[in-house]
């Protein structure tokens, strides 16, 4: 099956800074790979996803590159705020059979005013 | 649309006990889903469906089972319950592909967090 890895597991970083987050995935048939945002107590929420057949997306501050060769994808947060201090998840998913999200262990993002 | 219903929110069991964490949703989705999510971690698939009638084991079904008799409802139940299965359990819920539109994002619960002592 799937597996998805991710790092780091914790990142803190000043307020206005930039931060990175990486995962890497095992199964080449996976298409589809969103992440989501998690706040203490809260449901997941997908804040920005991309599929297969394309490398980049971008949506304000927040963009993701996938790397099919690599089997790497990111997540890239710019300038960022306080408020964007969460747990960040990514998973990774196929277009076939149960269609189920795999996902990472987690990035808790700590941004220091 | 209330989107993805669950209950309860919290719940604490004894150990030995059974109880059935609802879900139910009202967006038409034929595919749901189970996830828990233990402290710290990322979140593991139970069970899910891809219609009513329709269910198979994801990656750590153990002590689980689960009935899809509807669209709208898929509940999990838990049998008798250990202390292993303290965690947050997430249900949710997505569309089939549509021409030109595969991978439909999941809907998330709000989760029902569940201790066992």
């Known amino acids: 099956g799937e597996n998805v890895e991710q790092h780091p597991s914790t990142l803190s970083v000043q307020e206005g800074d930039s931060a990175v987050i990486k995962c890497t995935y095992s199964?080449?048939?996976?298409?589809?790979f969103p992440w989501y945002k998690q706040e203490l107590g809260k449901r997941p929420q997908l804040i920005i996803d991309?599929?297969?057949?394309?490398g980049e997306k971008k949506d304000q501050r927040i963009a993701v590159t996938l790397n099919k060769t690599a089997k790497h994808f990111s997540l890239h947060i710019t300038e960022t705020q306080p408020e964007d201090s969460a747990v960040y998840f990514c998973?990774?998913?196929?277009?076939?059979?149960?269609?189920?999200?795999?996902f990472g262990s987690g990035t808790r993002l700590q941004v220091q005013p | 649309n209330a989107g993805v219903t669950q209950t309860p929110k919290f719940r604490i069991l004894k150990i030995g006990q059974s109880m059935t964490l609802q879900c139910t949703q009202d967006?038409?989705?034929?595919?749901m889903y189970w996830y828990r999510q233990d402290p710290g971690m990322g979140l593991k698939l139970i069970y899910y469906?891809?219609?009513?009638?329709?269910?198979d084991k994801g990656e750590v079904p153990n002590g689980y089972n689960v009935s899809r008799s509807t669209t709208e409802d898929f509940p999990l139940r838990l049998e008798l319950a250990a202390p292993s299965q303290t965690s947050v359990y997430f249900c949710?819920?997505?569309?089939?592909?549509?021409?030109?539109?595969?991978?439909?994002?999941?809907?998330f619960g709000d989760g029902t967090r569940l201790s066992i002592l």
């Open positions: 949710a819920s997505r569309t089939p592909n549509r021409t030109g539109k595969n991978n439909q994002p999941q809907h």
């Open positions: 199964d080449s048939a996976s298409n589809y």
């Open positions: 991309i599929r297969s057949n394309v």
């Open positions: 998973a990774a998913s196929s277009d076939m059979g149960r269609r189920a999200l795999t």
């Open positions: 967006m038409n989705h034929n595919y």
């Open positions: 469906s891809v219609g009513a009638g329709i269910t």
